[in-house]
């Protein structure tokens, strides 16, 4: 598998200096890690993040996906990887099933026998009038007919916009709520007895794995619109290298074609500021060990080199908080959500998955990577195993 590195030689003169005007900190969060060589001289840790967009209704091919993802991972030598987009999906009988969950777990087993994850409640019960319902039903009908479930979204997005900007915030909720069933699901639910305000009943998608033992498991929600936006928190000590907090999260999206249904903030760019502000706050309140690593798709970034800035000012929360991105940090770094890849298309050019280290000991950078960017078999076609590319830091203990 490609990969693109971070690996700089560097002397006893260059750590000093390197780390010196690290302390102080840059934009990018650079943060107060030294890099060297390549060649560890001390006890290591890998992080790893990873959305796998196993969004049935809304990525393509999830369901064909989810075993050439469950294969790529195992192959992993990071010490925990947080994912991102591990769904639960209806199943034949109209049961939300963790199939997707129980297929990443089990076959990264061997080399993962440690997982955390929670199912979060469904939220708020919403519903829709038949009267407001029926314009965006013609709409749908007469345009996406024949359209799969997978393209469904997409679809009605691109035709029936005005009758999805018609329709009232708790019917907006219930319609986006119910992303990746067909055209019928969606009106039964919401016309009815009414359904989830969340996507997946409320799930929220999160997966830890790790190949070490995983305590003082908790998980926090946010304040959210159509997904249900939360944070896991494990700690775990890596063998030689020590403890650390390890948090997995997964942020509000920029979806600037789906209208906004809710009424707490002006759009996604404020519902996800305070998200990340009530983060910061929870992982004040728990964390233990001094060490924290956080990582996901955080949904933001900054324009730097090539890349193309997304909710820049957000990311700036996490550069404030004095939280390192040693991805970001990289003279040039590439894209996580690219329009070359098979799963996107257009112009994106954006790096929004992030690991970030908040550590109080000493360390050092060993590689620093994008991961899982090159296309796979899945179904006789060559695509990308996720719309996204995953994030992996190798740090060691300087102390």
Same mark, same amino acid.
């Given at each position: 598998?490609?990969? $693109?590195? @971070?690996? #700089? =030689?560097? +002397? ?18 650079? %943060?107060?890690?030294?890099? /060297? ?13 990873? /959305? ?12 064909? !996906? ?16 947080? @994912?991102?987009? #591990? =769904? ?5 009988? +109209?049961? =939300? ?43 749908? !009908? ?7 479930? *997978? ?9 029936? %916009?005005?009758?999805?900007?018609? @329709? ?25 007895? +009414?359904?989830?305000?969340?996507? &997946? ?33 494990? #700690?775990? $000590? ?28 002006? %759009? &996604? ?66 894209? $996580? ?8 298309? %257009? ?10 280290? *908040? ?6 950078? @060993?590689?620093?990577? !994008?991961? &899982? *960017?090159?296309?796979? *078999?899945?179904? +006789? ?9 995953? #994030?992996?830091? $190798? ?5």
């Amino acid at each position: 598998m490609q990969m $693109t590195s @971070l690996k #700089v =030689w560097k +002397g006893l003169f260059v750590v000093a200096a390197i780390a010196a005007l690290a302390a102080c900190g840059d934009d990018d969060g650079e %943060g107060n890690g030294t890099q /060297n060589n390549g060649e560890p001289q001390g006890a290591t840790a890998t992080f790893e993040t990873y /959305n796998v967009g196993l969004a049935r209704g809304f990525v393509p091919q999830a369901e064909a !996906r989810v075993q050439p993802v469950a294969d790529a991972i195992a192959q992993s030598p990071a010490d925990v990887m947080c @994912l991102q987009e #591990v =769904w639960l999906f209806q199943d034949e009988q +109209g049961e =939300w099933s963790t199939g997707q969950i129980d297929a990443l777990t089990s076959g990264a087993s061997e080399s993962f026998p440690y997982n955390y994850f929670e199912v979060t409640e469904l939220g708020e019960s919403v519903s829709c009038s038949q009267e407001e319902a029926d314009p965006l039903e013609t709409c749908v !009908r007469a345009n996406c007919d024949g359209v799969s479930n *997978d393209e469904l979204s997409t679809c009605a997005l691109n035709n029936c %916009g005005e009758e999805l900007n018609g @329709l009232s915030s708790p019917c907006q909720e219930c319609v986006f709520g119910q992303i990746g069933g067909s055209i019928d699901d969606i009106l039964n639910a919401c016309t009815g007895d +009414g359904a989830s305000e969340f996507s &997946y009943n409320g799930h929220n998608g999160l997966l830890l794995l790790s190949r070490h033992e995983l305590r003082d498991t908790e998980i926090t929600s946010f304040e959210s619109t159509i997904v249900q936006r939360s944070a896991l928190h494990a #700690v775990m $000590t890596v063998p030689e290298f020590g403890d650390v907090d390890v948090y997995c999260t997964h942020l509000a999206a920029n979806l600037s074609d789906v209208p906004y249904p809710g009424d707490a903030f002006s %759009g &996604y760019e404020e519902e996800q500021a305070a998200q990340i502000d009530a983060l910061l706050a929870w992982i004040d309140e728990t964390s233990t060990t001094g060490n924290v690593v956080l990582m996901g798709d955080m949904n933001n970034g900054p324009a730097k080199g090539e890349l193309d800035a997304e909710f820049a000012a957000n990311y700036q929360k996490f550069v404030d908080a004095e939280y390192a991105s040693p991805y970001i940090a990289q003279d040039s770094p590439e894209c $996580t959500f690219c329009g070359t890849n098979t799963l996107v298309g %257009g112009d994106s050019n954006k790096a929004i998955d992030h690991v970030f280290l *908040d550590f109080t000991m000493p360390y050092g950078l @060993l590689d620093v990577a !994008r991961v &899982y *960017d090159e296309t796979v *078999d899945v179904g +006789g076609e060559q695509l990308h195993l996720s719309d996204h590319y995953g #994030v992996r830091v $190798t740090v060691e203990s300087q102390e």
